[in-house]
């Protein structure tokens, strides 16, 4: 059974989060526009692949379904899938790190606001390709 409302549930949040990235990113905070733009990117593709008949695994980076899945998926969204790929992986590396840091990592000191423009236009790029495609 699929709950036909999950995807574009997903893709409304996706749209919400947007707007917090720039709250974030106004405040100067780039490690957490990082991690919220890969949670922005998570969520939309998720809601792609649920509005097209594939079930999402419960994973954060699903680049490798979405290439997988590419016949499932609407015909004026192919020439795109590889730049969504590489999206989901890019931000799924920094997931933790952003969030966490590590012993030698803070992330505050570490992340700057280049790297948070790039996961913030890379979240609205992402979001922008999906959402004529889930309702």
Excluded: C
């Excluded at 997903?10 to 991690?35: G, N, P, Q, Y």
């Excluded at 933790?96 to 700057?112: C, I, K, N, Q, V």
Aim: avoid cysteine.
């Amino acid at each position: 059974m699929q709950n036909r409302d999950l995807a574009g549930d997903h893709v409304r949040r996706a749209l919400a989060r947007l707007k917090a990235l720039d709250t974030l990113f106004d405040e100067a905070s780039w490690a957490d526009v990082v991690r919220e733009s890969q949670e922005v990117v998570e969520l939309a593709l998720k809601g792609l692949l649920r509005a097209h008949g594939v079930e999402p695994p419960r994973i954060h980076d699903v680049a490798d379904v979405l290439e997988a899945e590419q016949a499932r998926l609407p015909k004026g969204l192919l020439a795109h899938v590889p730049r969504l790929a590489q999206i989901s992986r890019g931000l799924r590396r920094d997931l933790e790190l952003a969030f966490y840091g590590a012993e030698d990592l803070t992330p505050s000191d570490f992340y700057r606001q280049t790297d948070a423009t790039a996961a913030r236009d890379a979240a609205r790029f992402v979001v922008e390709q999906i959402r004529p495609h889930v309702r």
